[in-house]
């Protein structure tokens, strides 16, 4: 096979992207600058994050907020603040107030709290990336000869791609944008195109084919593989199957899986097991425990070193600085806590069991042998995960590979590994998508009489009911990278010669296989599990010769009749239009205006 990080000669405009994976527990930065004529180059990392190493890549995902609600450090300074900390608040794993419902699991973690003033996650968010975004860009400068100068010709052209969870939707998304749009990232009236997203699982594939040992060359045409980003709150699951060589040609043939059961999770138990068994452990005048500092400081140790090394057996978790502490009743000697198998077993399980449920689903539904299992993110690093998916019956007898750079943040490399050139040309979609639609009245049906209320006249005096929800794609689907799917649309006027600048039309999805008859309620509301995923807009100007009067003779109304074509097989969705005029096919842009835009702006 052809080596995927063999440089190819770069020949589209100049361009600079940065690839964001803000993670529950850690966050990266990575960014490319590719130049025409040039060999495309290997994905860069951001580094020397204020109070880290130099060379670290990743940079605690975490905010010191002041009692009033102002942000005062970031990432490992906002951790290690020496200042008053009774009077600031640590904010830590706030995207977990932005996973939907469908990826929630058995695991079970606390909400964190927000500060005065940052009750919407939008500006927490937004305080983050701007430091984020602001240390990406010094760096950016900094490594380059004449950095200023670059970032000066490249600074209102930039683009953003964040690796998100797979069960992220628009939703999502859209606050991600809100947060870019607050901490003045992008600015008001900026081309939204510049943002886009591209799934954990996908951005992994991509990663782990230069950084699994033997992925790449293992690879050969029907080889089936499936890629599992385990990371701090979610664990990413997406199985593909290898259609050519060269160039890579990669496609999805199952609905990847996101379940909140990552790392974070695991710690989460551990704090639970220790309150519950130390709970009845009371305190001597004479020696007074302090009981929250020691569960503080035996996370600590675990989240340090113990995660990343225990298998089985006994735990034993080395208190820092507490060598001649030692008190049976804790299971603590000499510094040293002290947890049995079975313990260490309730601590992991939650975890391991919603991980093993959601990878089976995946390779369940693409009913087809899957031989090669790729282990990617920071929970891969576990003993405990590792063995536990191997042992499965289900698993028995696979290979098993792992990243060789488990120090890098897969998704945020990934996600730049797909320019210039993309090798996934078929996806399953996660959600399905349709369009409000009218239709006649049918007396017949029961769901058309419950609306006769709301029936209406159309131009050629039929009677008639809007909201029928109307299906483009299905959930599950597999989806070519150059497929379209085609609606029939038309609009209709009163005079022969309107304004056809501003044409649109609302792309509805839904998390269900098969919604609902009716996209709306009686009431104009969307019906329940159906949200808008963006607004698609035109300019039919070039169709003013194919308006028609109707009927030809004694004209009532006037017609202009095109077709919509979508792309849901894409790194992101787009539309353009088509009509036929004079034998020949013409087509028309469209643009994907987010839902967001009409938020903000």
Same mark, same amino acid.
């Given at each position: 096979?052809?080596?995927?990080s063999?440089?190819?000669?770069y020949?589209?405009?100049?361009?600079?992207?940065?690839?964001?994976?803000?993670?529950?527990t850690?966050?990266a930065?990575?960014?490319?600058?590719?130049?025409?004529?040039?060999?495309?180059?290997?994905p860069?990392?951001?580094?020397?994050w204020?109070?880290?190493?130099e060379?670290?890549?990743?940079?605690?995902t975490?905010?010191?907020?002041?009692r009033?609600?102002v942000?005062?450090?970031?990432?490992?300074?906002?951790?290690e603040?020496?200042?008053l900390?009774?009077?600031t608040l640590?904010v830590?794993?706030?995207?977990?107030?932005?996973?939907?419902?469908q990826?929630m699991?058995?695991c079970?973690?606390s909400?964190p709290?927000?500060?005065?003033g940052r009750?919407?996650?939008?500006?927490?968010?937004s305080?983050?990336?701007?430091?984020?975004?602001?240390?990406?860009?010094?760096?950016?400068?900094?490594t380059?000869a004449?950095?200023?100068?670059?970032?000066?010709?490249?600074c209102?052209?930039f683009?953003?791609?964040f690796?998100?969870?797979?069960?992220w939707?628009?939703?999502?998304e859209?606050?991600?944008?809100?947060?870019?749009?607050?901490?003045?990232?992008l600015?008001?009236g900026?081309n939204l195109?510049?943002?886009?997203?591209v799934?954990?699982?996908?951005?992994?594939?991509?990663?782990?084919l230069?950084?699994?040992?033997?992925?790449?060359?293992?690879? #050969?045409p029907?080889?089936?593989?499936?890629?599992?980003?385990?990371?701090?709150?979610t664990?990413?699951?997406?199985?593909?199957r290898?259609?050519?060589?060269?160039?890579?040609?990669?496609?999805?043939?199952a609905p990847?899986s996101?379940?909140?059961?990552?790392?974070i999770?695991?710690?989460s138990?551990l704090?639970?097991?220790l309150?519950?068994?130390?709970?009845?452990?009371?305190s001597?005048?004479?020696d007074?425990?302090?009981k929250?500092?020691?569960?503080?400081?035996?996370l600590?140790?675990?989240?340090?070193?113990?995660?990343?090394?225990?298998?089985?057996?006994?735990?034993?978790?080395?208190?820092?600085?507490?060598?001649?502490?030692?008190?049976?009743?804790?299971?603590?000697?000499?510094?040293?806590?002290?947890?049995?198998a079975n313990e260490?077993?309730?601590?992991?399980?939650?975890?391991?069991?919603s991980?093993?449920m959601?990878v089976?689903?995946?390779?369940g539904?693409?009913?087809?042998?899957?031989?090669?299992?790729i282990?990617?993110?920071?929970?891969?690093?576990?003993?405990?995960? #590792?063995r536990?998916?191997?042992?499965l019956?289900?698993f028995?007898?696979?290979?098993?590979?792992?990243s060789s750079?488990p120090?890098?943040?897969a998704?945020?490399?990934?996600a730049?590994l797909?320019?210039?050139?993309?090798?996934v040309?078929?996806?399953?979609?996660?959600?399905t998508?349709?369009?409000s639609i009218?239709?006649?009245f049918?007396?017949?049906l029961?769901?058309?009489?419950s609306?006769?209320?709301l029936?209406? #006249?159309?131009?050629?005096n039929r009677?008639?009911?809007?909201?029928?929800?109307d299906?483009?794609?299905?959930?599950g689907?597999?989806?070519?990278?150059?497929?379209?799917f085609i609606?029939?649309?038309?609009?209709v006027?009163d005079?022969?010669?309107?304004?056809?600048r501003?044409?649109?039309q609302?792309?509805?999805?839904?998390?269900?296989e098969?919604?609902?008859y009716?996209?709306?309620?009686?009431?104009?509301?969307?019906?329940?599990g159906?949200?808008?995923a963006c #607004?698609?807009?035109?300019?039919?100007?070039?169709?003013?010769?194919?308006?028609?009067?109707?009927p030809?003779?004694?004209a009532?109304?006037?017609k202009?009749?095109?077709?919509l074509?979508v792309?849901f097989g894409?790194?992101s969705?787009?539309?353009?239009?088509?009509w036929?005029?004079?034998?020949a096919?013409k087509?028309?842009p469209?643009?994907?205006i987010?839902?967001?835009?009409?938020e903000?702006?």
């Open positions: 096979m052809q080596d995927s063999s440089a190819q000669i020949l589209g405009p100049e361009k600079l992207v940065f690839a964001i994976d803000c993670g529950a850690r966050t930065v990575a960014f490319i600058h590719l130049s025409p004529g040039y060999p495309s180059p290997s860069e990392f951001v580094c020397r204020p109070g880290q190493e060379t670290e890549c990743k940079v605690p975490a905010i010191r907020y002041s009033a609600g942000p005062i450090a970031f990432g490992a300074e906002a951790e603040y020496y200042g900390q009774e009077d640590l830590r794993y706030f995207k977990l107030l932005l996973h939907p419902p990826s699991s058995r079970r973690h909400p709290m927000l500060p005065n009750s919407d996650i939008v500006a927490v968010y305080d983050f990336l701007g430091f984020t975004f602001s240390q990406a860009t010094r760096f950016f400068k900094a380059r004449n950095g200023d100068g670059m970032w000066a010709r490249l209102d052209t683009e953003i791609v690796a998100i969870p797979n069960a939707n628009e939703t999502q859209n606050k991600m944008i809100r947060a870019l749009l607050r901490a003045g990232i600015q008001p900026a195109e510049r943002v886009t997203f799934t954990e699982a996908e951005a992994a594939v991509h990663f782990a230069l950084n699994a040992s033997g992925v790449a060359d293992s690879m #050969r029907g080889s089936v593989f499936t890629v599992i980003d385990a990371g701090g709150s664990v990413d699951t997406a199985i593909y290898c259609d050519q060589l060269n160039p890579l040609r990669l496609s999805e043939i990847s996101c379940v909140q059961a990552g790392s999770y695991v710690n138990e704090e639970r097991l309150s519950e068994k130390w709970a009845a452990v009371k001597r005048k004479s007074p425990l302090n929250s500092g020691l569960i503080s400081a035996a600590q140790r675990f989240e340090q070193k113990m995660k990343k090394t225990y298998d089985q057996g006994l735990c034993i978790i080395r208190l820092e600085n507490m060598d001649k502490f030692t008190d049976p009743r804790l299971s603590i000697r000499n510094g040293s806590l002290v947890l049995s260490m077993d309730r601590v992991f399980r939650p975890s391991i069991e991980i093993q959601s089976c689903q995946v390779t539904a693409a009913q087809v042998a899957c031989p090669v299992f282990l990617v993110g920071g929970y891969s690093e576990s003993p405990v995960l #590792r536990e998916l191997k042992e019956p289900e028995s007898g696979k290979q098993w590979m792992l750079e120090a890098k943040k998704a945020a490399a990934g730049l797909r320019y210039p050139q993309e090798c040309v078929a996806r399953a979609l996660r959600y998508y349709g369009i009218d239709v006649e049918d007396r017949k029961v769901s058309h009489r609306r006769q209320h029936c209406y #006249r159309d131009a050629d009677l008639t009911l809007g909201n029928h929800w299906t483009l794609v299905n959930r689907d597999i989806v070519q990278q150059h497929q379209y609606r029939k649309l038309y609009r006027f005079h022969p010669n309107p304004d056809l501003e044409w649109s609302v792309l509805l999805v839904s998390d269900q098969k919604p609902g009716w996209a709306r309620t009686n009431d104009g509301e969307l019906a329940e159906i949200r808008t #607004r698609l807009t035109a300019d039919l100007s070039a169709l003013r010769h194919k308006i028609k009067a109707c030809e003779q004694g009532h109304y006037w202009v009749s095109f077709e074509h792309y894409r790194k969705l787009s539309a353009h239009l088509a036929e005029d004079e034998g096919i087509y028309g469209v643009s994907v987010p839902a967001v835009l009409d903000v702006l």
